[in-house]
């Protein structure tokens, strides 16, 4: 995995142009008290069942969707690059939002890449690559091969750090992921492109938001309302890439 570290010096030492009806479970005989936790929450949450009418699969999906409201991140015709995104509920909302299955005739067909250490089942519309680590060169240069020299108009990362419950390290954790995905985005990015990515809230935040400030016009912070009450997550959403002088 990148580290911090590395990352943030990779990141900083680039020179810069100008150029988104309740259930109530039962038979919780014998499960653990947290599995009981999660089970009330799935069923009394209204996003998971909306999610399920819509056909998304799983509530994240709603999060891109209002990101994308609010900032217009996603259009039809545009490249995109999903880190983090089994089980595919972003890249279905990408593929939607891109025309990436060609469902709209009379708009651009766009591209939508899903990437997750996980397997991810197909997803009509977008070139998945199921069981890879993003943060590994390897996988990376995958990616690169399918693009073949075709840069990216979004680069989103959902990705998340198995959690540990120390909360310090936990935050330090995700934001190594969301440096991973700046720096591939950094790297693979047309001018006026858009990157968005998840994070924990925590010491480093205010951080990342300032390294962000230097490759984008403009970034914002955002906490869609599908995010649960507990969560400490944020999202930044960074657009306007100005390009790279190296």
Partial sequence: MTTLGASIRYIRGICTSSV???????????????????????????????????NYRCRSAFKLLEL???????????????????????????????NANGMKAESPKGKVFAIDRSQIYPIDGAIVLGNSDFTTKETQDKLRERLAGELVDVVLSDMAPNAT???????????????????????????????????WDGRESKEIENDLKRFYKNVKISRP??????SSEKFLVAKGFKGLKY
């Avoid at 390290?169 to 968005?196: C, G, P, R, T, W």
């Avoid at 309302?225 to 507990?230: C, Q």
């Fill in 68 to 98: 994308n409201q609010k900032h217009l991140i996603l259009s039809p015709g545009m490249t995109v690059v999903d880190c983090g995104a089994a089980p595919g509920s972003w890249s279905q909302v990408a593929v939607h939002l891109t």
């Fill in 225 to 230: 309302a599908a995010t649960r009450t507990e």
């Fill in 165 to 199: 419950g120390v909360r310090n390290m936990d935050h330090d954790n995700i934001v190594a992921l969301a440096y991973a995905a700046l720096q591939f985005a950094l790297e693979v990015s047309k001018l006026d492109a858009s990157f968005v990515a998840k994070i």
């Fill in 20 to 54: 988104l009806g309740r259930e109530v479970p039962t038979n919780l005989k014998g499960r653990k008290t947290s599995s009981q936790l999660w089970l009330h929450r799935q069923l009394s949450d209204p996003y998971v069942e909306k999610a399920k009418m819509e």
